[in-house]
T-cell receptor
Framework: GQNIDQPTEMTATEGAIVQINCTYQTSGFNGLFWYQQHAGEAPTFLSY????GLEEKGRFSSFLSRSKGYSYLLLKELQMKDSASYLCAVNGAAGNKLTFGGGTRVLVKP | DVKVTQSSRYLVKRTGEKVFLECVQD?????MFWYRQDPGLGLRLIYFSYDVKMKEKGDIPEGYSVSREKKERFSLILESASTNQTSMYLCASGLDNSGNTIYFGEGSWLTVV
């Protein structure tokens, strides 16, 4: 089976840094994705990791450790518009399909 | 830009009605997906399709069926809607082993009364 865990909610201050952790147990692994979802909208792609290490994209970075079944999304220089849910998703072994974690709601306060 | 279009944004249906949710993508993607999203439960995969006329059950297929007669179109069917199918339904297309992501439609908010 597939199991993906991430915290339900996090709060941070504008300008600060927040790290959202994701742990996964899947029957196979073809990559891990992070998505951002604002309330009432569809998820949008943020990052993709398939090899161990850090991928940096502007204010957002994502890290993967396959041996630990662990990833994190790092949001730097937080802005109010970063208040959203962040979804971790794994492409498992059985063909191409994504299994999602429950999402982490991030609230950025002034 | 990739476009995934869901035919209905908001629907209200009665218990027992047959409901069709249509999804069209314009990127010639082979893979298409239907998810539902509920508070506290995240996105859960209902059905997916790798090719025309091909379908695979996801994690929660009960009470749903799908149709893929053309590559660009993937329909979700609720044969007899029930109140526990009130949810937001998201169609998506794309995804492969090269790291290409899936792209979501805007979502269809279904209320069954």
């Amino acid at each position: 089976g597939q199991n993906i865990d991430q915290p339900t909610e996090m709060t941070a201050t504008e300008g600060a840094i927040v790290q959202i952790n994701c742990t996964y147990q899947t029957s196979g692994f073809n990559g891990l994705f992070w998505y951002q979802q604002h309330a009432g909208e569809a998820p949008t792609f943020l990052s993709y990791n398939v090899l161990d290490g850090l991928e940096e994209k502007g204010r957002f970075s994502s890290f993967l450790s396959r041996s630990k079944g662990y990833s994190y999304l790092l949001l730097k220089e937080l802005q109010m518009k970063d208040s959203a849910s962040y979804l971790c998703a794994v492409n498992g072994a059985a063909g191409n399909k994504l299994t999602f974690g429950g999402g982490t709601r991030v609230l950025v306060k002034p | 830009d990739v476009k995934v279009t869901q035919s209905s944004r908001y629907l209200v249906k009665r218990t027992g009605e047959k409901v069709f949710l249509e999804c069209v993508q314009d990127m010639d993607h082979e893979n298409m997906f239907w998810y539902r999203q509920d508070p506290g439960l995240g996105l859960r995969l209902i059905y997916f399709s790798y090719d025309v006329k091909m379908k695979e059950k996801g994690d929660i297929p009960e009470g749903y069926s799908v149709s893929r007669e053309k590559k660009e179109r993937f329909s979700l069917i609720l044969e007899s809607a029930s109140t526990n199918q009130t949810s937001m339904y998201l169609c998506a297309s794309g995804l492969d082993n090269s790291g290409n992501t899936i792209y979501f439609g805007e979502g269809s908010w279904l209320t069954v009364v």
